[in-house]
C-alpha cells in the first residue's frame, strides 16, 4: 500500500502485482488513424492471439496517436545526460515522460509495435517515443555485467505502396 499527501490531497492505493506466470504485453500504436487503421488491426490480431496464448495476461497500451512525446532538444538531452545545457535549463517535463515510458517498457515481458510507413519511415511520433526510451545508462550501456535483459518484440507494420 502506498500512501501520498500533499498539497492538502492525500491518495492511497495498492498496487497490482502480477503474478510470477502473468506476462505482460506492452503494445505501441503509432498509427494517426483510429478508424481503418491497418497496421492497428495487424496489432488487434497479435493481441487476440497473444492472450490466448496467455491467458490472464495483461495489456499495457501506448497509443502514439494520444501520447505526443516532443522532439529531441539541447535542454531534454542536457536532461537525460545530467550535463547542463549551455543554452539553458534541462527539461524535468521531458525526463518525468520518458522514465514513464521506460518503466513502461522495462515492465513488459512482450513488446508489439505497429506501425505505418510514412514517407519511406516510420511515424515522427514513434521516432520521438524511440528518442525517449533509449538512454544511454538507462535501457542500454556496456557494464561489467553484460548485455541488459532481452525482451522478445515484434514490429508490425503496414504500406500501401512498393516500399
Ligand atoms: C503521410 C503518409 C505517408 C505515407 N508514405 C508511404 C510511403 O512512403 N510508402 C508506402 O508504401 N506507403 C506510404 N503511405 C501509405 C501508408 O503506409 C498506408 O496507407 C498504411 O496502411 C497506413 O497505415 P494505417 O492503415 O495503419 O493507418 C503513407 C501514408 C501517409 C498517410
Known amino acids: 500500500m502506498f500512501h501520498f499527501a500533499g498539497s492538502g490531497m492525500s491518495h492511497s492505493f495498492r498496487l497490482s502485482r502480477p503474478t510470477a506466470d502473468m506476462k505482460t504485453l506492452l503494445r505501441i500504436d503509432s498509427s494517426d488513424r483510429k478508424q481503418g487503421s491497418h497496421s492497428r488491426a495487424l496489432a488487434d490480431f497479435f493481441q487476440t492471439r497473444w492472450l490466448q496464448a496467455n491467458p490472464g495476461g495483461q495489456i499495457v497500451s501506448r497509443d502514439l496517436a494520444e501520447t505526443l512525446a516532443p522532439h529531441l532538444s539541447n535542454s531534454t538531452i542536457a536532461a537525460f545526460t545530467g550535463v ?22 522495462q515492465a513488459a515481458d512482450q513488446i508489439v509495435i505497429s506501425s505505418p510507413l510514412y514517407n519511406f519511415n516510420v511515424p515522427s511520433t514513434l521516432k520521438a517515443w524511440i528518442d525517449h526510451v533509449v538512454r544511454f545508462g538507462r535501457t542500454f550501456g556496456m557494464n ?20
Open 84 to 105: 547542463k545545457a549551455a543554452d539553458g535549463s534541462p527539461s524535468p517535463e521531458a525526463v518525468i515522460l520518458s522514465d514513464v515510458l521506460i518503466a513502461e517498457l
Open 144 to 163: 561489467e555485467h553484460g548485455s541488459r535483459k532481452q525482451r522478445d518484440s515484434t514490429s508490425l507494420g503496414r504500406k500501401a505502396g512498393g516500399y
